[in-house]
């Protein structure tokens, strides 16, 4: 099983950026679609954004397309979230996951299976 390691969260003003990470163990990282998921305070854990095991597909949420970009670098068992124009509304504690399909991951997140232990981004107004 896949163990994972988020981080890259902090304080931003909105409008800013940030740059998140997710470190993965084992040796068949690729073999994994990955994704990012949020939780506010209150709130469900919603899905962000996912990409396939060899990073050609990847999908977004609504309220971040076109703001938030999901890459990895399956030579360094890394994937990334890069968060651009934050809104207030973005914060949350980040986690990513990871699953063997990135149907799952989209439509399933109950069944995923590895889960980092989050990273907090907090957008101030």
């Known amino acids: 099983q896949v163990q994972l390691v988020d981080s890259g969260g902090g304080l931003v003003q909105a409008g800013g950026s940030l740059r998140l990470s997710c470190a993965a163990s084992?040796?068949?990282?690729?073999?994994?679609?990955m994704g990012w998921f949020r939780q506010a305070p209150g709130k469900e854990r919603e899905f962000v954004a996912a990409?396939?095991?060899?990073?050609?597909?990847?999908y977004y949420a609504d309220s971040v397309k076109g703001r938030f970009t999901i890459s990895r670098d399956n030579a360094q068992n890394t994937v990334y979230l890069q968060m651009n124009s934050l809104k207030p509304e973005d914060t949350a504690v980040y986690y990513c996951?990871?699953?063997?399909?990135?149907?799952?991951?989209?439509?399933?997140?109950?069944?995923?299976?590895?889960w980092g232990q989050g990273t907090q981004v907090t957008v101030s107004s």
């Open positions: 084992g040796r068949t990282f690729s073999a994994y679609a």
């Open positions: 990409i396939s095991g060899a990073g050609i597909s990847t």
């Open positions: 996951a990871a699953a063997t399909s990135w149907r799952t991951i989209v439509r399933d997140q109950a069944e995923i299976g590895a």
